[in-house]
Nanobody, 124 residues
Framework: QVQLVESGGGLVQAGGSLRLSCAAS????????MGWFRQAPGKEREFVAR????????YYGDSVKGRFTISRDNAKDTVYLQMNSLKPEDTAVYYC?????????????????WGQGTQVTVSS
């Protein structure tokens, strides 16, 4: 059974940083693309970032480009999201997700497995 467990969320002031982690188990992690999405209250789930299975390519949503960095360690079956220069509008529940292919997608509906989410709150 595939499990994704996020950690690293919390409360931070605007301009601060957080690093989210997502530990995977139950499948060969290095074969699949991984993504991060977020959802704020009353809003649709939003694409944040994704990384291909090998880690050679990364993609970002427009609202986080230049501030967030996705990475992965296939030896540790873990994907990370480094978030810098945080803004109040980054406040949301952040989810990691595992795709069904090595390349990934910006659409949340294409992902097979999801973590439980971790809350990120940015105060002004």
């Amino acid at each position: 059974q595939v499990q994704l467990v996020e950690s690293g969320g919390g409360l931070v002031q605007a301009g601060g940083s957080l690093r989210l982690s997502c530990a995977a188990s139950g499948r060969t992690f290095s074969r699949y693309a991984m993504g991060w999405f977020r959802q704020a209250p009353g809003k649709e789930r939003e694409f944040v970032a994704r990384i291909t299975a090998s880690g050679s390519s990364t993609y970002y949503g427009d609202s986080v480009k230049g501030r967030f960095t996705i990475s992965r360690d296939n030896a540790k079956d873990t994907v990370y999201l480094q978030m810098n220069s945080l803004k109040p509008e980054d406040t949301a529940v952040y989810y990691c997700a595992s795709d069904s292919n090595p390349f990934g997608s910006n659409r949340w509906s294409d992902y097979n497995y999801w973590g439980q989410g971790t809350q990120v709150t940015v105060s002004s």
